[in-house]
Nanobody, 115 residues
Framework: QVQPVESGGGLVQPGGSLRLSCAAS????????MNWYRQAPGKQRELVASITTSSTTQYAYSVKGRFTISRDNAKNMVYLQMNSLKPENTAVYYC?????????WGQGTQVTVSS
């Protein structure tokens, strides 16, 4: 089991950048696929970016070229670098780990893009 804890959210102006961090406890981090999801008010939770155990990445079309997911297995950390942020990126961002059929969620961190 890998329990994620997010940090790094906040208020940023349109066009700005923010880096989210996800600290993952547990001994199975290296064997876990890691994902970032987000949920905007009144909308369903959606997958933003994912990274496999071999660091292959995938992105939602709307963030491709602006967001970058990465992992540091030595520190049990996953990051989401978000550049050129837009107001529609406002949401609660969740870190998710997947290991042996299990799926584990963090509590989420709020990202607000507004002038």
């Amino acid at each position: 089991q890998v329990q994620p804890v997010e940090s790094g959210g906040g208020l940023v102006q349109p066009g700005g950048s923010l880096r989210l961090s996800c600290a993952a406890s547990g001994n199975s981090f290296r064997c876990s696929a890691m994902n970032w999801y987000r949920q905007a008010p009144g909308k369903q939770r959606e997958l933003v970016a994912s990274i496999t155990t071999s660091s292959t990445t995938q992105y939602a079309y709307s963030v491709k070229g602006r967001f970058t997911i990465s992992r540091d297995n030595a520190k049990n950390m996953v990051y989401l670098q978000m550049n050129s942020l837009k107001p529609e990126n406002t949401a609660v961002y969740y870190c998710n780990s997947q290991y042996r059929g299990g799926s584990y969620w963090g509590q989420g961190t709020q990202v607000t893009v507004s002038s």
